[in-house]
Structures are given as structure tokens and as C-alpha cells.
């Protein structure tokens, strides 16, 4: 079983325990933040194997946080994985230009979402 520790950092409360739920049948651990404010908080303190940033939140949105992500030594390593309905073809180019690690589309194909996060966890301990 995992047990990495992934960050949901999504506003709406019904995505976000869909996720929470998903991942902890799968075994792996997880924290949550509605914001990306509270979000950049809990990745200073618990250090996360993975992230899952939505794009669209209130105050900074998750480009933005990314961006501090990056800046940071101790942060710029973790897997942050775009989590957002923006799904046309334009956006989703922004959103990987902007340095995320990867892509995933709400609502959540659960297969897909499963083994993208399986994938990137062990790329990143392998």
C-alpha cells in the first residue's frame, strides 16, 4: 500500500472530498486546503510527495502558486499536478507552460486519475 502524502488544494468542497476519497482507498495520505494561500502553507510545513493544484480559486489562483512553488528551493521538486475543469486545448497548453507537472480534468475519469498519480509517484521515487 502508499503511503505518500498528497496535498488537494480545490475550493469546491464536493471535488475535493471526491479526490480525498479516492486516494485514501488507494491507501495514500492526504491534506487539503480551499485556498492556494493555505495550500503554499501546509506544502512549507508538511512537505507533500504530490500535489493537486486547481487552477481557478479565490485570491491567488494555482499558476500563481505554482510559481511560488518553484521559486523555493525546498518546494520546487514536488510533482504539482494542474486539477481544473479548464479543459480546451488552449488552456490546458497555459497550464503545462506554466510548469505543472501534469493534467488532470474534472470531473474525474477515476481509472485515469488513479494511475496518472500512481505513475508520477513512482517517477519521482524511481
Same mark, same amino acid.
Given at each position: 500500500?502508499? +503511503?505518500?502524502?498528497?496535498?488537494?488544494?480545490?475550493? +469546491?468542497?464536493? +471535488?475535493?472530498?471526491?479526490?480525498?476519497?479516492?486516494?485514501?482507498?488507494?491507501?495514500?495520505?492526504?491534506?487539503?486546503?480551499?485556498?492556494?494561500?493555505?495550500?503554499?502553507?501546509?506544502?512549507?510545513?508538511?512537505?507533500?510527495?504530490?500535489?493537486?493544484?486547481?487552477?481557478?480559486?479565490?485570491?491567488?489562483?494555482?499558476?500563481?502558486?505554482?510559481? +511560488?512553488?518553484?521559486?523555493?528551493?525546498?518546494?520546487?521538486?514536488?510533482?504539482?499536478?494542474?486539477?481544473?475543469?479548464?479543459?480546451?486545448?488552449?488552456?490546458?497548453?497555459?497550464?503545462?507552460?506554466?510548469?505543472?507537472?501534469?493534467?488532470?480534468?474534472?470531473?474525474?475519469?477515476?481509472?485515469?486519475?488513479?494511475?496518472?498519480?500512481?505513475?508520477?509517484?513512482?517517477?519521482?521515487?524511481?
Amino acid at each position: 500500500m502508499a +503511503n505518500e502524502l498528497i496535498l488537494i488544494v480545490e475550493d +469546491n468542497e464536493k +471535488n475535493r472530498k471526491l479526490a480525498k476519497d479516492v486516494l485514501q482507498v488507494k491507501g495514500y495520505r492526504t491534506i487539503e486546503a480551499e485556498s492556494a494561500e493555505a495550500g503554499l502553507e501546509l506544502i512549507a510545513k508538511e512537505r507533500p510527495d504530490l500535489v493537486l493544484m486547481d487552477i481557478h480559486l479565490p485570491g491567488m489562483n494555482g499558476i500563481e502558486a505554482l510559481k +511560488n512553488m518553484r521559486a523555493a528551493e525546498a518546494t520546487r521538486a514536488i510533482p504539482v499536478f494542474a486539477f481544473t475543469a479548464s479543459v480546451m486545448p488552449q488552456d490546458r497548453r497555459e497550464i503545462m507552460q506554466a510548469g505543472f507537472d501534469g493534467f488532470l480534468s474534472k470531473p474525474i475519469n477515476l481509472k485515469e486519475f488513479v494511475a496518472t498519480i500512481e505513475g508520477a509517484l513512482q517517477r519521482k521515487s524511481g
